[in-house]
C-alpha cells in the first residue's frame, strides 16, 4: 500500500460519492478484519464506525491519495485498537499511515488464515483431551462454565480452574511459536 | 479459585455474549469502562483466547450496521459543509467533532427514539409535577407540587401549588420573564433569554439530556400513578446515573430520579401530563396584580434602532455584515450603567428540533476583563477569545444573567476583546452554530481547536506518575460538591507548581500564586499552564483530563517543564 500527496485528487473531485462508495466498497472486509482481532461483535462494530470517522478527519486534513483503500482502513483499525488496549497494556505504538508499508499490514493482517488455523490446531494438541474438549466448548463451541460443566459432568470450578491451567499451557505454546517466527 | 481463573473465565463469557470485555478499555463513544493495567501473563492469556477463538465463525454485525456507517458519514458532512461555509475567505476554524457520540445517539434504543419523536410532535404541554424529597433511610417527604404550561417556542408558566414556595409563579414569554411574590407582593422582572433558571423537569431539557448522555439503557416495564411506563437508566457526560420512566402512551418522560447524593435523594414526578394545541395566551400576559410593587432586575431597555442605541451609550454598535435566513431579530437593548449593547436573535432550525437564541454583545472595554480559567481558548479576528460551554458553570466575570432558581439549561458564550470593546455571543446552542452564525453576522475570524488530539506541543519533559484510582475518586467528590478548584487548570497548575517547588510541604504562604498562573494551551481536554513567579523551578505544567473529557472533568497533572 502506498498513500501520496497531491494537489488535486479524485477523492477531492467528487467527495462525497467516492466516501460513501468507499464505505460501502470496504466495510464488510474491514469489520470482518476487526472482528478477528477482537473477537465481539459490539466492540468490532464501534471500531468499525469509530475508523470511518477518523479516515473522514484524515482525508480532510491532508487530502491523500488512497491507492489501497481496504489496507489504509485496516491501518487506522489498528491503530483505534492499540490506542485503547495500549492504555491497559502500556506497550505498542501507533502506526503512522504514512509509514506504513504493506509487508507490514500483511503481518497484521493474518490474511492467511489457513495458515493461522492449522498452527492454533496444531497448539490444540499439546493439551490433555480433557483441557482441549474444554477450551473447545469454551471458546470454539460458546459455552458457558455451567453448561460446560453438565457436559463434562464436573463441577463450574473444576472447569474454570482446568480452562485456566489449558490456556496457560496454550499461551506457552503459542508465544513460543510467535517468538520463534521473529 | 484464583482471582485471575475467574476473571479469563469472565473474559471469555464476554467474547462468547459478543460483548466488549472490560479489559479492552475506553472507546470515543463511551462505552467500555478503563480498568487498571493487566499483568503480562494475564494480557497473554487474553491474546490466547482471542487467538483460539478465531477458529470459530465470526459473527455477523447487525443488519443496519451498513446504514449506520453511511448516516454517520453523511452527517459528518453536513456538519463539514457548515464548517466550511463558517471559514470561506481566510477563516480557519479547526474543530474535532465528536461525531461518534453523534452516532451512539442514533443507536440509543427504540424507546428512546420514540420520545425524541413525541417531543418533536408536542406543541404544547400541561401538568403537575410534584417533588419528593428522599433521605438515606427511605423517608420520603413532599417538597413542593407545581402547575407548569409550557410550550415549543420555550415559553412557560409555572405556578407553585403546595410547597414553601406555594403562591409564588414564574412566566417567561419570550419577551420578559417575571416572578410574583404575593408574600412579599413583589414582581421581580428579568430578560427573558438568557434564562439560565427554568423549571425542574422540563420535558424538552430531559431529552435534550438524553441525548447528551454517554449510556441509555432500558431497565423493564413499571408502573407510574397507574399509567405503564418503561424505566431507563441514563449515565449523563458529567455525573452519577439516573432514572427516567417514559410513559408508554405518550413517550414522554414522566418521572425522574435523581441517584443518593450526600444522602439526599429527589424523585420528580408528571402526576398529570396532557398534550395540548397551545397555552392559553392570557397566562402570557404580563401585569402587576394590585397592591404588589414592581422590581425590574434588569438593566436593559428596549431600543428601537442601533442609531439610538449609539445615542444612548454614547459608542458606535458594531456593523451587522449578513442577515442569515435562519436568524430572526427579536430586539435591540441598551445596558447604560455597564454599556452593553445587545441584539437578540431566535434561531430557526439551524440542525435543532426546536427554535434556539443568539445574542450578540458588545460592550465598552472594561479593564477588568480577564478569561475564564476554565473556559477553552481560541482567537476571533486574531485576539484571544474564549469559548465557555456552559455559563451555569462559571458565573464569574460574566455580564449579569439570571437568578439561580430552580433548574438550569446550556448557555454557551464567546468572547473576546478587540479594537476596545468586549464582543461576546450567547447562545443555546452548539460551539459550532455560535462560531458560524457569529461570524457571519459580523464578519470575524473565529477559530477554536476543540480537543486537538495530535496537538504537536504537548510533550512534557518530566513525566509525573498518575495514580488512575486516586484521580476516579477524586473526581467523584468533585461530583459531589468538593474540591471544585480540580475543575480549574490555573488552580490545579499553582499547586502543583507550589508542591514540585515545596517537595518536603508547603509552609505558610503558597509559594506560587494562582496570579502566577497563565493557561497558554486550553483545547477542553488538554491544557497547558506557564508559570510567571520567579520562584518557581517549573516553567509549565501539563494537565489533561483523564477521568472525564468535559467541563465536569477534572484536570490531572501529566507532566511538566523545568526552567532552563
Known amino acids: ?182 | 479459585m484464583d482471582s485471575m481463573e475467574k476473571k479469563i473465565s469472565d473474559y471469555i463469557d464476554s467474547l462468547n455474549k459478543e460483548k466488549r470485555p472490560k479489559e479492552h478499555g475506553l472507546y470515543s463513544n463511551g462505552k467500555g469502562k478503563e480498568v487498571e493495567g493487566e499483568s503480562a501473563e494475564y494480557e497473554k492469556l487474553m491474546d490466547t483466547v482471542r487467538t483460539v477463538r478465531t477458529l470459530k465463525e465470526y459473527e455477523e454485525p447487525r443488519v443496519d450496521l451498513e446504514e449506520q456507517l453511511l448516516e454517520n458519514i453523511r452527517e459528518y458532512q453536513k456538519s463539514n459543509r457548515n464548517r466550511k461555509r463558517l471559514f470561506y475567505g481566510a477563516m480557519a476554524a479547526v474543530i474535532a467533532i465528536t461525531l461518534f457520540v453523534a452516532s451512539f445517539m442514533n443507536t440509543k434504543g427504540d424507546i428512546v427514539q420514540a420520545m425524541v419523536a413525541s417531543y418533536k410532535d408536542l406543541k404544547a404541554y400541561h401538568g403537575i409535577i410534584e417533588i419528593i424529597y428522599m433521605n438515606e433511610v427511605g423517608e420520603e417527604t413532599v417538597q413542593g407540587k407545581r402547575e407548569v404550561w409550557a410550550d415549543e417556542s420555550g415559553r412557560y408558566v409555572v405556578q407553585e401549588l403546595e410547597g414553601s414556595f406555594a403562591g409564588e409563579k414564574t412566566v417567561n414569554n419570550g419577551s420578559k420573564k417575571w416572578h410574583v411574590n404575593p408574600k412579599e407582593k413583589i414582581v421581580e422582572v428579568y430578560e427573558a433569554f438568557p434564562d439560565t433558571s427554568r423549571f425542574t423537569f422540563e420535558i424538552g431539557n430531559e431529552i435534550q439530556n438524553i441525548q447528551n448522555a454517554l449510556q441509555v439503557k432500558e431497565m423493564g416495564e413499571d408502573r407510574i400513578y397507574d399509567k405503564p411506563a418503561v424505566k431507563i437508566a441514563v449515565t449523563p457526560q458529567g455525573g452519577e446515573t439516573y432514572y427516567l420512566w417514559i410513559d408508554k402512551g405518550t413517550s414522554l418522560p414522566i418521572q425522574r430520579e435523581t441517584p443518593m447524593q450526600n444522602a439526599v435523594q429527589y424523585r420528580v414526578t408528571y402526576v398529570e401530563l396532557e398534550s395540548i394545541e397551545f397555552v392559553p395566551e392570557e397566562l402570557f400576559t404580563y401585569e402587576v396584580p394590585k397592591g404588589y410593587t414592581e422590581a425590574d432586575r434588569s438593566l436593559e431597555q428596549v431600543v428601537a434602532s442601533t442609531q439610538e442605541a449609539e445615542e444612548r451609550l454614547g459608542f458606535k454598535p458594531v456593523v451587522i455584515e449578513e442577515k442569515s435566513d435562519t436568524l430572526i431579530l427579536k430586539n435591540r437593548t441598551v445596558d447604560t450603567v455597564n454599556k452593553i449593547f445587545k441584539i437578540y436573535y431566535k434561531i430557526k432550525g439551524m440542525n435543532q428540533e426546536k427554535d434556539g437564541n443568539f445574542i450578540l454583545l458588545q460592550k465598552e472595554f472594561d479593564s477588568t476583563y480577564e478569561t475564564t480559567a476554565t473556559s477553552i481558548l481560541g482567537t476571533v479576528n486574531g485576539n484571544q477569545a474564549e469559548y465557555i460551554p456552559s455559563l451555569k458553570e462559571d458565573g464569574r466575570n460574566l455580564i449579569s444573567y439570571a437568578t439561580s432558581y430552580g433548574e438550569t439549561s446550556e448557555i454557551a458564550l464567546i468572547r473576546w476583546q478587540e479594537n476596545g470593546y468586549e464582543y461576546g455571543f450567547i447562545g443555546d446552542v452548539d460551539i459550532e452554530t455560535l462560531m458560524e452564525i457569529g461570524s457571519e453576522l459580523i464578519g470575524r475570524e473565529v477559530s477554536f481547536v476543540i480537543n486537538d488530539k495530535e496537538y504537536n506541543e504537548f510533550q512534557p519533559e518530566m513525566d509525573v506518575k498518575v495514580d488512575l484510582v486516586a484521580e476516579e475518586n477524586t473526581q467523584k467528590s468533585v461530583d459531589s460538591g468538593s474540591s471544585p478548584w480540580k475543575l480549574d487548570p490555573a488552580y490545579v497548575a499553582s499547586v502543583e507548581a507550589s508542591i514540585l517547588v515545596s517537595p518536603d510541604g508547603i509552609v505558610g504562604e503558597s509559594p506560587i500564586e494562582y496570579e502566577d498562573i497563565e493557561i497558554i494551551y486550553n483545547d477542553g481536554i488538554k491544557a497547558i499552564a506557564e508559570i510567571k513567579g520567579k520562584d518557581s523551578s517549573v516553567q509549565k505544567i501539563y494537565m489533561e483530563k483523564l477521568i472525564r473529557k468535559d467541563e465536569t472533568g477534572i484536570w490531572t497533572v501529566i507532566g511538566y517543564d523545568v526552567v532552563e
Not at chain 1, 10 to 36: A, G, H, P, R, V
Request: aromatic share 8%.
Open chain 1, 1 to 182: 500500500m502506498s498513500i501520496k500527496r497531491k494537489e488535486v485528487t479524485k477523492l477531492e473531485i467528487n467527495e462525497e460519492i467516492s466516501l460513501e462508495k468507499m464505505c460501502l466498497d470496504t466495510w464488510k472486509d474491514l469489520y470482518q478484519f476487526i472482528y478477528y482481532k477482537v473477537q465481539n461483535k459490539e466492540e468490532a462494530e464501534d471500531i468499525t464506525q469509530e475508523t470511518y470517522m477518523r479516515v473522514l478527519k484524515y482525508i480532510e486534513r491532508t487530502q491523500p491519495t488512497i491507492e489501497n483503500q481496504l489496507g489504509y482502513l485496516k491501518v487506522i483499525a489498528l491503530n483505534i485498537i492499540r490506542d485503547h488496549w495500549r492504555k491497559q497494556k502500556k506497550v505498542g505504538s501507533t502506526l503512522q499511515i504514512e509509514d506504513v508499508k504493506s509487508e507490514c499490514l500483511e503481518s497484521e493482517d493474518f490474511s492467511n488464515a489457513m495458515i493461522n488455523q492449522a498452527w492454533i490446531k496444531e497448539a490444540l494438541q499439546s493439551l490433555s483431551i480433557e483441557q482441549r474438549r474444554i477450551i473447545e466448548l469454551r471458546i470454539i463451541k460458546g459455552y458457558s462454565a455451567a453448561e460446560t460443566a453438565k457436559v463434562m459432568k464436573k463441577n463450574e470450578g473444576t472447569i474454570r480452574v482446568i480452562q485456566f491451567r489449558a490456556l496457560k499451557t496454550l499461551a506457552k505454546v503459542l508465544y513460543q511459536v510467535e517468538e520463534s517466527i521473529r
